[in-house]
């Protein structure tokens, strides 16, 4: 193993303690620095533009691209979609779909919608027009206690993704970045998570590739009721340039990059001071990325970020 940075990791028999000490320091020894690993195709320290929201998506937490330069957004507490239309920089056309609940992410395939609830439940809608809607109500094995963070379309396998932020209190998964599939073939929902990354993983990863990481973070120990705080999914989104996955995370501020046999291919910090709490991800066709922010005490907003020449 590499020790640069100052990088202190400490295995201990019934736990696990990562500590991040130095890796906003880099030394001279260390052969690739820098915000993301090699390869990494945007730059998340300058978006190309940043929409600011109206005041009813300060709380956005879901968005998917819908075409014709329109994103459909989500927020956490209103049964609504809301078109945001990014030439215009507002919203053009809202639908209810159900009653105000937890919702956290949106995906389009074709000309179906799909919300996901925080407690595991799918809404499918079906639109013909942005006046009527037809919604059927998907109840999966997840729970509550899941929490159930982002969706998205996965056009190679004909299937949706979604993402876990939980369990917490159940060791197997409590270190694990959990995706499930949703066969829109048979609708069934995998009964085991189709992708489990390991943390310990993505913070090899960070190590090796010498990425600049908050150093405040670490690993809680294995058998403590408190949330892992390095990384949190919060939502996920399939890239149609190198058609890896995307995990966003609000907690850790990172954006994870997997392939689809499950390899870690890359890791991006986000910077605390730009990325307030990202919630959303997702892309156009060209490739370019857009993250929603949720606002907090301020305006939400959505950040663009075009792939950038290697």
């Not at 959990?178 to 993983?201: E, F, H, K, Q």
Request: proline fraction near 4%; charge should be negative.
């Amino acid at each position: 193993m590499l020790y640069c940075c100052s990088l202190i990791r400490v295995f201990r028999s019934r736990f696990l303690v990562i500590i991040l000490s130095g890796l906003l320091s880099l030394g001279s020894g260390c052969s690739h620095s820098g915000k993301h690993g090699p390869g990494f195709m945007y730059n998340m320290d300058h978006p190309e533009t940043v929409y600011k929201l109206p005041s009813e998506l300060r709380e956005i937490s879901g968005i998917a691209w819908v075409g014709a330069n329109r994103l459909a957004c989500i927020q956490d507490e209103a049964g609504k979609i809301f078109y945001y239309n990014l030439k215009r920089g507002d919203v053009r056309g809202r639908q209810t779909f159900e009653a105000n609940h937890d919702y956290e992410g949106i995906a389009v395939a074709g000309d179906t919608l799909f919300v996901l609830k925080s407690d595991g439940t799918i809404f499918k809608i079906n639109t013909a027009t942005e006046d009527s809607l037809i919604t059927e109500r998907i109840e999966t094995h997840l729970k509550k206690a899941d929490n159930t963070e982002g969706i998205c379309y996965d056009s190679a396998y004909s299937r949706l993704l979604v993402v876990c932020k939980g369990i917490y209190g159940k060791k197997i998964n409590r270190h694990t970045v959990r995706i499930y599939a949703y066969s829109l073939s048979d609708g069934t929902l995998s009964a085991d998570p189709v992708y489990a990354i390991p943390l310990g993983g993505i913070f090899d990863y960070i190590s090796q590739n010498k990425i600049q990481a908050d150093a405040r973070e670490t690993f809680k120990e294995e058998n403590s009721d408190k949330p892992v705080s390095f990384f949190e999914a919060s939502d996920i989104a399939v890239s149609p340039v190198d058609s890896n996955i995307y995990v966003l995370a609000s907690v850790g501020k990172k954006i994870l990059v997997i392939d689809h046999q499950g390899n870690i291919r890359n890791v991006a910090a986000l910077a605390p001071e730009l990325f307030t709490q990202p919630e959303g991800i997702t892309f156009a066709p060209d490739g370019t990325m857009y993250i929603s922010d949720e606002g907090k005490n301020h305006k939400g907003n959505i950040m663009e970020f075009p792939v950038q020449k290697q």
